[in-house]
């Protein structure tokens, strides 16, 4: 999972205070088990600030320091964009960061479906690179790649079910 | 740009009022290996008989070797699946009453070559298909991958220019599939033959040079993975 661009794409609809965005960021991705702990939090959103990835307004009059509000700035922009348009290498257990993709290219209203199809690709063409090996290499060779193809064969499944579900998704998590 | 193989130009395929295909492209070369993908109902199967012949596009253009295949005869399109095609189905296409043997020699014998002839070139097949003393068996008593091999020997057998193969391994384990695809492939890349490949399954999909999408009867515009 990667935190700081998750957080960048959670504040580019709207900017937004630290705890705002650690519920939503729980809510849309931590579930019960992986909740995001203030400390990695405001960790994060520091090294985004230095990086000028974001910028830091308030604490408004009256209000406390925790009420600082975090806006993203044109470079953070600009690394999110990169991001989700970047397939990721496929690998085993890339669910939760194609998950992240999914849910906050639909949420700024980014070409989700081309984002996954980027991805299938990606999938296919070091699947056919793992069938090439299993085909010409010893067995021992042919049983690892098997494991990789069977899970890259379970995260296209994934990405082919999501897909032909963004439509339902887009309406459950719009704000 | 040199001609395709194997080539459907904007074609459209309806049953009765539902629409398979919507004016789909695709380009077959010369000894590549193509895998057609897209969930059920997209239209993939209805491409794969149309480009074979089975059935002409309602609209459009199908070219094989740059002649339009879609403006033929019943009669000529039959002929030239028998000649010029081969096809591997997910069931039931060997003649259960045969042997491996007879199955493998159907399509040559079909063709008018001599008898002697044809059994002997289908028995060359048998050590490739890795069925070696098996020929003798009707089909019914081979196991689904041997028997899925015997139908990959009856469909090359006739050295076709292209083969078609629909969910080839779909009723198949996995360990079966995989030898039934090594041997398409294999003896695709052997002959010279070109492949159309439909599958649901990215792994046998991965055996291709290239896969395409079907969606909603259009071929997906690739994407180029990075």
Redesign the interface.
């Known amino acids: 999972m990667n935190v700081p661009t998750t957080l960048l794409g959670l504040l580019e609809p709207e900017p937004s205070h630290g705890y705002e965005l650690k519920r939503e960021y729980d809510t849309l991705f931590g579930g019960d088990t992986r909740p995001l702990s203030f400390g990695q939090l405001y960790g994060t959103l520091a090294r985004l600030e230095r990086d000028g990835q974001i910028a830091m307004h308030g604490p408004e009059q009256g209000e406390g320091p925790e009420r600082k509000r975090y806006v993203i700035t044109t470079n953070g922009v600009g690394q999110l964009e990169r991001w989700l348009a970047?397939?990721e290498r496929p690998e085993p257990m890339l669910q939760a960061t194609l998950y992240a993709k999914v849910v906050l290219a639909l949420l700024s209203n980014r070409p989700a479906a081309?984002y996954l199809?980027?991805q299938?690709?990606?999938?296919?063409?070091r699947?056919?690179e793992?069938?090439t090996l299993r085909?010409t290499g010893p067995l021992r060779q042919a049983l690892l790649a098997d494991y990789g193809?069977?899970h890259?064969?379970a995260d296209?499944?994934w990405i082919?079910l999501t897909t032909?579900r963004l439509d339902q998704l887009r309406k459950e998590i719009s704000r | 740009m040199s001609i395709a193989v194997l080539e459907a130009d904007e074609i459209t395929k309806s049953f009765g009022a539902t629409p398979a295909l919507r004016g789909a492209r695709i380009r077959l070369e010369r000894g590549e290996v193509v895998a057609v993908m897209g969930p059920s109902g997209s239209g993939k199967s209805t491409l794969l008989h149309c480009l074979a012949g089975i059935f002409p596009p309602d609209s459009g253009a199908v070219r094989y070797d740059g002649r339009r295949l879609d403006q033929l005869g019943d009669t000529e399109r039959t002929r030239l699946r028998r000649t010029d095609f081969g096809f591997v189905f997910q069931f039931g296409q060997l003649v259960p009453e045969l042997t491996a043997l007879d199955n493998v020699a159907l399509p040559l014998l079909l063709a008018g070559v001599h008898r002697r002839e044809a059994y002997t070139r289908a028995a060359t097949w048998f050590p490739r298909l890795d069925l070696d003393g098996l020929s003798g068996r009707r089909t019914g008593e081979l196991s689904g991958g041997q028997a899925q091999r015997v139908a990959v020997g009856r469909a090359m057998v006739s050295g076709p220019k292209v083969l078609f193969a629909d969910e080839p391994t779909g009723s198949l384990d996995s360990l079966s599939g995989e030898k039934v695809m090594d041997l398409i492939v294999d003896t695709a890349r052997a002959e010279g033959t070109s492949v159309l490949l439909v599958t649901h399954d990215a792994r046998v999909a991965a055996y291709a040079d290239r896969e395409v999408t079907v969606r909603d009867g259009l071929v997906a515009t690739p994407v180029v993975a990075s």
């Open positions: 970047e397939p081309e199809d980027a299938r690709a990606a999938h296919h063409a699947m056919r793992l069938t085909r193809l069977f890259l064969e296209l499944r082919d032909a």
